[in-house]
């Protein structure tokens, strides 16, 4: 396949640095080209970097997510492998995330009203009172791991009170996220997605039995009006639990952010300027996700230059579109004044994260409560590389050791 204007050999994504120095391993790709062949899972599939491609295909319908159900659309030569697993795959597919079209929006809308503006005023007093609680808990004067005793408890409690996850399960859902969405080792990836099913099969076999007022419970009322699959339940609300997950993501990035930039919190702290606005700068500078994707083109994707045919693979780099200088001037450079509007941290679109206005009230409220009560936490291991976890895909700490003071 011939594609005017880009660089047609595959390059290798090293998982090692997207882990260490994503960012600068981004750029020589955005600095390439508009989009850039790589090679993931046995596709070849266009990198797409540039902060407008980026945001332009986020909002473009013809490029779509399930492209699992279109394999027979892709490109031959994209050098496509059976799918292992293939049951989870589909299940997984059937989920609002990876539908398009009036498809997507018929599952989206089952959890809309999980998010209205009366349910986030309600959440944002409860979130409020919980970490209260998780602080009076913590360790003073000596070493905790914030994402282990606090930024996991929080997004763990709040998803699961949502979604009706009895208390004992809840240690487990987050090791089993982790392991599907970011072990570079397949049997590690093929046990987290196992689990998770599984739980979510046993949830529904639950929730029929003891419904409740939580989500799951919504969905199975309308399982039975036949307007949902079995799969697309159990699938829907794995997603959820997946997505509620990720503000621990956020909150771990942020912590981590403006320990390492003392100057920019001491300025928080002293000024009294919202955290809320930090958090959104948080967002772009440590994005939650380096790449999102696979999507497929259904028909031509024009590129500022060159045009990618109907039928490849493309994978997007939010991180990457973050920081493109000619959207953010300084991109690499972390700045609580700047307010970056439009940046894609929780993406663009039709799939805009459905979950991000509550992930942000969380890790506003998370990152403010901790530091006005502790301002003079300081990391552990200030001189050593951040203990990220492994995978090409999300930005999640491991564990980030503190002392609070």
């Given at each position: 396949m011939t594609v005017s204007g880009i660089p047609e050999h595959c390059a290798r994504l090293s998982m090692q640095s997207l882990m260490t120095d994503p960012y600068r391993i981004l750029a020589r790709f955005r600095e390439q080209a508009p989009a850039v062949a790589v090679e993931h899972t046995g596709y070849r599939m266009w990198l797409v970097t540039r902060y407008e491609d980026v945001r332009r295909i986020l909002a473009d319908t013809s490029v779509i997510r399930d492209f699992v159900a279109n394999?027979?659309?892709?490109?031959?030569?994209?050098?496509?492998?059976?799918?292992?697993?293939?049951?989870?795959?589909?299940?997984?597919?059937?989920?609002?995330?990876?539908?398009?079209?009036?498809?997507?929006?018929?599952?989206?809308?089952?959890?809309?009203?999980?998010?209205?503006?009366?349910?986030?005023?309600?959440?944002?007093?409860?979130v409020e009172q919980l970490v209260e609680r998780l602080l009076d808990t913590l360790p003073v004067g000596e070493p905790v791991d914030l994402m282990t005793a606090y930024a996991y408890p929080i997004a763990m409690t709040v998803i699961g009170d949502l979604a009706g996850v009895p208390s004992q399960p809840r240690?487990?859902?987050?090791?089993?996220?982790?392991?599907?969405?970011?072990?570079?080792?397949?049997?590690?990836?093929?046990?987290?997605?196992?689990?998770?099913?599984?739980?979510?099969?046993?949830?529904?076999?639950?929730?029929?039995?003891?419904?409740?007022?939580?989500?799951?419970?919504?969905?199975?009322?309308?399982?039975?009006?036949?307007?949902?699959?079995?799969?697309?339940?159990?699938?829907?609300y794995?997603?959820?639990?997946?997505?509620g997950t990720e503000a621990a993501s956020a909150i771990g990035n942020g912590l981590?952010?403006?320990?390492?930039h003392r100057d920019q919190l001491d300025e928080l702290l002293a000024t009294g300027d919202s955290f809320a606005d930090a958090v959104e700068e948080i967002l772009r500078f440590e994005?939650?996700?380096?790449?999102?994707?696979?999507r497929l083109s259904t028909r031509p994707v024009a590129l500022d230059g060159p045009t990618i045919p109907a039928g490849e693979l493309i994978l997007l780099s939010p991180g990457a579109a973050n920081h493109d200088p000619l959207r953010f001037p300084n991109p690499d450079e972390f700045d609580?004044?700047?307010?970056?509007?439009?940046?894609?941290?929780?993406?663009?679109?039709?799939?805009?994260?459905?979950?991000?206005?509550?992930?942000?009230?969380?890790?506003?409220?998370?990152?403010?409560?901790?530091?006005?009560?502790?301002?003079?936490?300081?990391?552990?291991?200030?001189?050593?590389?951040?203990?990220?976890?492994?995978?090409?895909?999300m930005r999640r700490l491991n564990t980030l050791a503190v002392i609070l003071r």
């Open positions: 394999q027979h659309r892709i490109n031959t030569n994209s050098r496509v492998r059976p799918v292992s697993q293939a049951h989870l795959v589909d299940a997984s597919r059937r989920s609002f995330f990876e539908r398009d079209g009036a498809d997507h929006r018929r599952l989206r809308g089952f959890v809309n009203d999980v998010f209205t503006p009366d349910r986030l005023a309600q959440l944002r007093v409860e240690k487990n859902i987050p090791v089993w996220i982790c392991e599907m969405i970011t072990s570079p080792v397949i049997s590690e990836i093929e046990h987290g997605a196992n689990q998770l099913h599984a739980f979510s099969v046993e949830m529904a076999a639950l929730k029929r039995a003891e419904p409740g007022q939580d989500l799951f419970t919504d969905l199975l009322q309308v399982r039975e009006r036949e307007l949902m699959t079995e799969d697309e339940l159990t699938s829907i794995l997603l959820f639990l997946v997505a981590l952010t403006l320990l390492r994005s939650p996700f380096r790449l999102m994707g696979p609580v004044r700047r307010r970056p509007s439009g940046h894609l941290g929780f993406g663009h679109g039709p799939h805009h994260c459905l979950g991000y206005a509550l992930g942000r009230l969380e890790t506003t409220t998370a990152l403010r409560q901790l530091f006005r009560r502790y301002p003079n936490t300081e990391l552990v291991h200030s001189q050593r590389p951040a203990d990220w976890r492994p995978g090409k895909f």
